[in-house]
């Protein structure tokens, strides 16, 4: 395979420069950036999208960023995150506003987006 091959350039598609990869058995885009190879990567599900992360705790803006890449905090929005499947420590729950939560394998979060108080 020669270099243009490589990066689709003879295809005339055009290559994704935002660090996300498609996506294995799954077809899910997963992030490949900000991965330090010393740290443990996981598979956590947003809003029933899956996404690769690394480390063991997740802040809530990044798991707001990830539901909604484009999300304004203008305009009164309030974000309630959930999680179930959770590891043993805390199994399921709702993180609190700039909280961080432990994370396990397969965890799932439910990020609910709302303009009313």
Known sequence: ????????????????TDGVEP???????QRTDDVEPSRSVCTIVVNGR???H????IRRSELARLAYPDL???????????YRDGPEQ??????PHDGLVRVANGQAFNVSLTDKS
Do not use: F, I, Y
């Not at 996506?23 to 885009?29: A, I, W």
């Open 1 to 16: 395979m020669d270099e243009e091959e490589k990066t689709g350039a003879s295809s005339g598609v055009p290559q994704r």
């Open 72 to 82: 304004s905090v203008e305009g009164g929005r309030s974000l309630t995150v959930a």
């Open 54 to 57: 690394a480390g063991d705790s």
């Open 23 to 29: 996506g294995g058995s799954s077809g899910v885009p």
């Open 90 to 95: 805390n199994p399921r729950g709702v993180v």
């Open 50 to 52: 899956e996404h690769r």
